[in-house]
């Protein structure tokens, strides 16, 4: 069983910059690929990037791409999004995702342990 916590959300103008930490506990978990979703109120919740085990691999949806990097830092089981150039469609809750497959993947199925969420909030 892994724990999965979020942090770093909370309001900012737009145009500015958030990182987004997701720490993991209960086991190690360096072998796993990690994904960030969201959900903004009344839609569903959409991919926005994930990365391989290695960090080597990396996938982001169209509409965050050149703005969102995701990173990790296996030592510290925690894994990053920065998010810059943040418009007002970017406000949505963010979760992190754990999936038990080897490849990154996109669908929300494939991931097994979510976090509770972080609330980001970009006023225009």
């Known amino acids: 069983q892994v724990q999965l916590v979020e942090s770093g959300g909370g309001l900012v103008q737009a145009g500015g910059s958030l990182r987004l930490s997701c720490a993991a506990s209960?086991?190690?978990?360096?072998?796993?690929?990690m994904g960030w979703f969201r959900q903004a109120p009344g839609k569903e919740r959409e991919f926005v990037g994930a990365i391989s085990w290695s960090g080597i691999s990396t996938s982001y949806a169209d509409s965050v791409k050149g703005r969102f990097t995701i990173s990790r830092d296996n030592a510290k089981n925690t894994v990053y999004l920065q998010m810059n150039s943040l418009k007002p469609e970017d406000t949505a809750v963010y979760y992190c995702?754990?999936?038990?497959?080897?490849?990154?993947?996109?669908?929300?199925?494939?991931?097994?342990?979510w976090g509770q969420g972080t609330q980001v909030t970009v006023s225009s």
């Open positions: 995702a754990e999936s038990s497959v080897r490849r990154v993947v996109s669908t929300s199925g494939e991931y097994n342990y």
């Open positions: 209960g086991r190690a978990w360096s072998t796993y690929v």
